[in-house]
Every structure is written in structure tokens, then in C-alpha cells.
């Protein structure tokens, strides 16, 4: 019997591309002179909705005309931007995208290695960096070939800019010459249309580019505003004064939750957003009670240290809606956290989705709350099963992996036909996490996939072990998840190898020479005779996973 879940109602979504949408629609409730981007240290350098659009075209313009960004046609110029947060970032994203580019985002804590190979993965011959990602930039074009007059730097202060590292070439932010966006209301061609890449690694450690198109996130964007704002008008009718929408930019925007959570939704809803260059504990709070932050989004191990650190007294009694999402939150913390916000009355919920499914697919209608950890109803014009290994749906009660379709669910992966057949069953994207139906209310129960997700992000354990196994001392490794407080996961080596050629130490320092911060094997490293394998030879990861538990059992959440 199929057992296909969905919202009991549709929405019709708009035929028109997202700047259109934002820009020069009555749908966006931002008006010219709304604030939408500020600095968080120095709030008086900011963006209007007008000089937003200024700049974005200018951006067009300069991108355009002096590196062909779009000259060609729309949808296949790649341009890579690997930036801290500022209030520029979403002048560029919307600026590459109006000259018919495709904006590529680059986590801001990659190696040169690492942003060379995803420069080369989605074929992008122009690089934009912040300020302190200049060096990383530089390297990384070095070993692309590319000509550092096509790597750019983006600033927001004391000046906004957008300079070439040679041969000065800079964009005139306030008389240059603008070009705006072809506007586009075909259905398949915005559903074919390919604006956004964002990077996922799989089982395979081979970085997979999500294409994520015009229908993608205008779907996301007006599918999660319907029932917000029918709960407005409610309160409006009512005789209730809105609360002003502010949100602290934390989180990195190379993620769909930066992404999304920063540059589109609150733009739509007339959000003001205040940009930290990068998190920083202390700041971090210091922002949210100064700047008064109504609206905050975070992943599950920062509420925890928001929930468990003796600095946090009223830094949060703003706060009036509050989501988390990118791991599973238990009921426990939930309720832990809730006490923390707002002034008693705020209740923490839930937000479930992918890159793939441009976020959320399951969300907490405002108004209504859930302590239980379900990660919330499925969104109208999805649908969602949950099936076994045979693809036959399972009983309510019984885990199985989550499937979906709908207008969310992106088109493939960026040169990549054979992870997109593999992702797909039939018109079904495969999210390889494991999820069971208690009582109507879904809950995230394991993932299918080995990808391990540290602080909402992604760590792909053979990306470890491929390079581990490059060490002339090191035999052979393998990586396993080690869960954390907060629903993170860190790595755990475990490896075939002579500890007196090569020490604990020794094995960290090899990697956090080559990877990024979040990938390092904070889970300690193990020595072992073998590895455990299967008759073909697969390393059997659940057996080295109930080792290590045994081992440690739950490490420090400050690891």
C-alpha cells in the first residue's frame, strides 16, 4: 500500500525569475528604502532595497562587460565567490546572477587545494574573494591557471568594491555603468535554469555541484512565506502590531541555510540583516542583545552552548522566532533552549532538508510549536515517503529512508549524470536520511549516507581516508562519525600504521595541513592490526562505529 505524505493544500507559485520576484514585484514586501544588509559592528554601512539594486547591476555591468560573465547567454559562466560575511556578499550573489552567471559558493575556511578543486569541478574562470580570503584566492588561481586580473576582491568596508588582483580593473560602485536582468516567466525555462552551485560531498569524497535553478528557490521562498503570512494578516486584523523582522548573519553562506536564511527570505519579508565578518562567541551575543535580533536561525550545537553557557543571561529576549535545522535537535535540548528565548513564550522548532531540496522541506507553521524534536509538517506541493531497501513504503512506526519530489527538489548535479541517476529513483530524490512516522509527527532517526555533519556542516569520511592513505607511514584508514551534544558528529581515525613512525599528533597536524577546520579529526585517532571488511573488501564502518563507542562513549560537546 503507498503511503505518500502531503500537505493537505497547494499554493501556485509564481511563474517569474527571483530577482523579478524580489525586485520589481508587489509580492516582496520591502520597499526602496527598507534596510535589507548592514554591517553588525557599524550598522550606518548598509544596503537599501535601492542601493542594493544599484549596486547589483553595476555588479552585472562590470562582471559582463570586462570578464564576459554572461555574454555568451545565461546559465554558463561559473563564477566561484568564497566570502566572509559582509553586506556585499548578497550584492554579488544577485549581481552574477543578473549578468546570467551562476554563482558558485565557496566555504570561507577552504584551503587553496579545496577551492581549486571545486573551481575546476564547475569550470569557473573568474574567483571572487573577501579580503581575508585573498591569499587562499591567489593559490587556488595559481593552480588553476587562472590570471589573477580575473580574481576579485569584495569589499563592504570602509567602501564597498569589487577589485582584480591585477591589472587594475575595479567597478565604479556609484556612477558605473548598470545592466539589469532578462526577466524570465517561462515555466521550463526557470525550471531548467541553472543559477545556483552548491557543493556536496558524498560517500565517494568526490564533491557533487547541486544545480539549483529560478524554480527552486522561488518555490522555497514562497511556499515557506504563505502560511507566515496568513498568520500576519491574522494579527493585523486582530489589532496586533508586527514585530520588526532582524537576523543576525552568522552562518556561512557557501550552505543553503546562509544562503537562503540571508540573502533571499528576508529580503522578501522586508528583513533587516546585520552581517558578522565571522562567529565569534562573545560578539555573537553581544550582537544579538544589542542589534535586538527577532529572528534567528541556528544549528542544534550552537543552541546547545546557547542552552548550557552560564554568558548567556538576556542576549536572546528579543528573539520571537526561533528555527533550527542541518541536524537533528532532541526534545530535550529543544526545551532546554526554549527557556533561554524571548521571554518564556518562544518555542524552538524544527526545519528539515537538503542542498538538493534548496532547505526546507518540512517547517513549523508560525504560530504552532512542537517540544517533541519532530522536525515539523511537510511543506505544501511536496511529497514525502518513507520507504525500505525495496522501495515499498513502511508502516508508521518503522524507520525508513525519507524520498520526496516537488518543485524544491533540484535538477541533478553539475556534470555529474551518474550521481544524479544514483540520487534518483524513478522522479524520487533519495536523502539517504532515515526517519520514522510516531503518531503523524516525523522524526530523523539516522542517516543512510556516511556523510557526517559537524555544526551543520558536511564531512565526507573518504575524503579523509584518501588523504590519510597518501602518508608514506600510514597503511591504511578509515573515518567514522563520533556523535557529539547538539546532534553533530566529529572524525575518528582509525589507522593501520606504526605509532613510532608516526604519532597521534603527527596524523592531526597531516590534516590540518590539507583540509579545512571543521573536517579535523577531533574524535581522537586509533591504531589498529586491520580494519574490519566485508567479503568484497568494504570496510565495514557500523562495527568500527560500536567500537568507538564503546571506547568513549559520548565526547565533550566542546570538542
Given at each position: 500500500?503507498?503511503?505518500?505524505?502531503?500537505?493537505?493544500?497547494?499554493?501556485?507559485?509564481?511563474?517569474?525569475?527571483?530577482?523579478?520576484?524580489?525586485?520589481?514585484?508587489?509580492?516582496?514586501?520591502?520597499?526602496?528604502?527598507?534596510?535589507?544588509?548592514?554591517?553588525?559592528?557599524?550598522?550606518?554601512?548598509?544596503?537599501?532595497?535601492?542601493?542594493?539594486?544599484?549596486?547589483?547591476?553595476?555588479?552585472?555591468?562590470?562582471?559582463?562587460?570586462?570578464?564576459?560573465?554572461?555574454?555568451?547567454?545565461?546559465?554558463?559562466?561559473?563564477?566561484?565567490?568564497?566570502?566572509?560575511?559582509?553586506?556585499?556578499?548578497?550584492?554579488?550573489?544577485?549581481?552574477?546572477?543578473?549578468?546570467?552567471?551562476?554563482?558558485?559558493?565557496?566555504?570561507?575556511?577552504?584551503?587553496?587545494?579545496?577551492?581549486?578543486?571545486?573551481?575546476?569541478?564547475?569550470?569557473?574562470?573568474?574567483?571572487?574573494?573577501?579580503?581575508?580570503?585573498?591569499?587562499?584566492?591567489?593559490?587556488?588561481?595559481?593552480?588553476?591557471?587562472?590570471?589573477?586580473?580575473?580574481?576579485?576582491?569584495?569589499?563592504?568596508?570602509?567602501?564597498?568594491?569589487?577589485?582584480?588582483?591585477?591589472?587594475?580593473?575595479?567597478?565604479?560602485?556609484?556612477?558605473?555603468?548598470?545592466?539589469?536582468?532578462?526577466?524570465?516567466?517561462?515555466?521550463?525555462?526557470?525550471?531548467?535554469?541553472?543559477?545556483?552551485?552548491?557543493?556536496?560531498?558524498?560517500?565517494?569524497?568526490?564533491?557533487?555541484?547541486?544545480?539549483?535553478?529560478?524554480?527552486?528557490?522561488?518555490?522555497?521562498?514562497?511556499?515557506?512565506?504563505?502560511?507566515?503570512?496568513?498568520?500576519?494578516?491574522?494579527?493585523?486584523?486582530?489589532?496586533?502590531?508586527?514585530?520588526?523582522?532582524?537576523?543576525?548573519?552568522?552562518?556561512?553562506?557557501?550552505?543553503?541555510?546562509?544562503?537562503?536564511?540571508?540573502?533571499?527570505?528576508?529580503?522578501?519579508?522586508?528583513?533587516?540583516?546585520?552581517?558578522?565578518?565571522?562567529?565569534?562567541?562573545?560578539?555573537?551575543?553581544?550582537?544579538?542583545?544589542?542589534?535586538?535580533?527577532?529572528?534567528?536561525?541556528?544549528?542544534?550545537?550552537?543552541?546547545?552552548?546557547?542552552?548550557?553557557?552560564?554568558?548567556?543571561?538576556d542576549q536572546f529576549r528579543t528573539v520571537q522566532t526561533a528555527i533550527t535545522g542541518a541536524a537533528p535537535m532532541d526534545g530535550e535540548l529543544q526545551q532546554a533552549v526554549n527557556a533561554k528565548l524571548g521571554t518564556g513564550d518562544v518555542r524552538i522548532s524544527q526545519t528539515w532538508g537538503l542542498s538538493e531540496t534548496t532547505g526546507a522541506v518540512t517547517a513549523m507553521p508560525r504560530g504552532d510549536s512542537d517540544v517533541t524534536g519532530s522536525i515539523s509538517p511537510i511543506l505544501p506541493n511536496m511529497e514525502m515517503r518513507i520507504v525500505d531497501?525495496?522501495?515499498?513504503?513502511?508502516?508508521?512506526?518503522?524507520?525508513?529512508?525519507?524520498?520526496?519530489?516537488?518543485?524544491?527538489?533540484?535538477?541533478?548535479?553539475?556534470?555529474?549524470?551518474?550521481?544524479?541517476?544514483?540520487?534518483?529513483?524513478?522522479?524520487?530524490?533519495?536523502?539517504?536520511?532515515?526517519?520514522?512516522?510516531?503518531?503523524?509527527?516525523?522524526?530523523?532517526?539516522?542517516?543512510?549516507?556516511?556523510?557526517?555533519?559537524?555544526?551543520?556542516?558536511?564531512?565526507?569520511?573518504?575524503?579523509?581516508?584518501?588523504?590519510?592513505?597518501?602518508?608514506?607511514a600510514i597503511q591504511e584508514a578509515a573515518i567514522v562519525g563520533l556523535p557529539i551534544e547538539g546532534g553533530s558528529e566529529v572524525p575518528r581515525a582509525y589507522i593501520v600504521a606504526d605509532p613510532g613512525k608516526i604519532s597521534e599528533d603527527e596524523v592531526k597536524e597531516f590534516v590540518k595541513s590539507k583540509l579545512a577546520d571543521y573536517k579535523q579529526i577531533r574524535g581522537g585517532v586509533v591504531y589498529v592490526d586491520e580494519l574490519p571488511k566485508n567479503a568484497i573488501g568494504k570496510i565495514l564502518r557500523r562495527d568500527l562505529r560500536d567500537r568507538?563507542?564503546?571506547?568513549?562513549?559520548?565526547?565533550?560537546?566542546?570538542?
Open positions: 500500500m503507498s503511503r505518500v505524505y502531503r500537505h493537505p493544500k497547494s499554493v501556485d507559485i509564481p511563474n517569474i525569475d527571483l530577482l523579478t520576484l524580489l525586485f520589481d514585484s508587489e509580492l516582496c514586501a520591502a520597499q526602496e528604502d527598507t534596510p535589507l544588509h548592514l554591517s553588525a559592528t557599524n550598522p550606518s554601512i548598509h544596503l537599501t532595497k535601492a542601493s542594493l539594486r544599484a549596486l547589483v547591476e553595476r555588479i552585472a555591468f562590470f562582471l559582463q562587460s570586462r570578464f564576459e560573465v554572461g555574454a555568451q547567454g545565461r546559465n554558463k559562466d561559473v563564477v566561484v565567490v568564497m566570502t566572509s560575511g559582509q553586506p556585499a556578499a548578497p550584492a554579488a550573489f544577485y549581481g552574477i546572477i543578473a549578468a546570467g552567471g551562476v554563482f558558485s559558493a565557496a566555504s570561507p575556511s577552504f584551503t587553496p587545494e579545496e577551492l581549486a578543486r571545486q573551481i575546476k569541478q564547475g569550470k569557473g574562470n573568474v574567483v571572487v574573494v573577501s579580503e581575508d580570503s585573498k591569499d587562499v584566492g591567489i593559490k587556488a588561481a595559481k593552480m588553476c591557471g587562472i590570471s589573477l586580473k580575473r580574481v576579485l576582491v569584495l569589499t563592504s568596508e570602509p567602501e564597498w568594491g569589487l577589485k582584480s588582483l591585477e591589472g587594475g580593473v575595479a567597478l565604479n560602485w556609484k556612477t558605473g555603468d548598470r545592466l539589469t536582468w532578462e526577466r524570465v516567466t517561462d515555466y521550463e525555462d526557470l525550471k531548467k535554469s541553472l543559477i545556483v552551485l552548491l557543493y556536496s560531498s558524498g560517500t565517494t569524497g568526490v564533491p557533487k555541484g547541486v544545480m539549483l535553478s529560478h524554480l527552486n528557490l522561488v518555490a522555497e521562498l514562497y511556499i515557506t512565506s504563505v502560511k507566515g503570512r496568513e498568520w500576519a494578516a491574522k494579527e493585523v486584523a486582530e489589532g496586533r502590531e508586527l514585530p520588526e523582522y532582524r537576523t543576525l548573519a552568522h552562518l556561512p553562506v557557501a550552505h543553503i541555510a546562509g544562503l537562503f536564511g540571508y540573502f533571499i527570505a528576508p529580503f522578501y519579508s522586508a528583513g533587516a540583516v546585520y552581517w558578522m565578518r565571522r562567529f565569534s562567541w562573545k560578539p555573537f551575543l553581544q550582537h544579538m542583545k544589542d542589534l535586538k535580533i527577532t529572528s534567528f536561525y541556528t544549528v542544534p550545537s550552537i543552541f546547545l552552548r546557547i542552552a548550557k553557557s552560564a554568558d548567556v543571561t531497501e525495496g522501495w515499498h513504503d513502511v508502516d508508521a512506526g518503522q524507520p525508513g529512508e525519507v524520498i520526496v519530489r516537488g518543485p524544491l527538489v533540484t535538477q541533478g548535479y553539475y556534470d555529474n549524470p551518474a550521481a544524479t541517476q544514483e540520487t534518483f529513483h524513478d522522479d524520487w530524490f533519495c536523502t539517504g536520511d532515515i526517519a520514522v512516522d510516531r503518531g503523524g509527527k516525523f522524526y530523523i532517526v539516522d542517516r543512510k549516507k556516511e556523510l557526517l555533519k559537524y555544526k551543520g556542516l558536511q564531512i565526507a569520511p573518504a575524503e579523509i581516508e584518501g588523504l590519510l592513505d597518501t602518508h608514506p568507538a563507542k564503546k571506547e568513549v562513549g559520548q565526547v565533550a560537546a566542546k570538542l
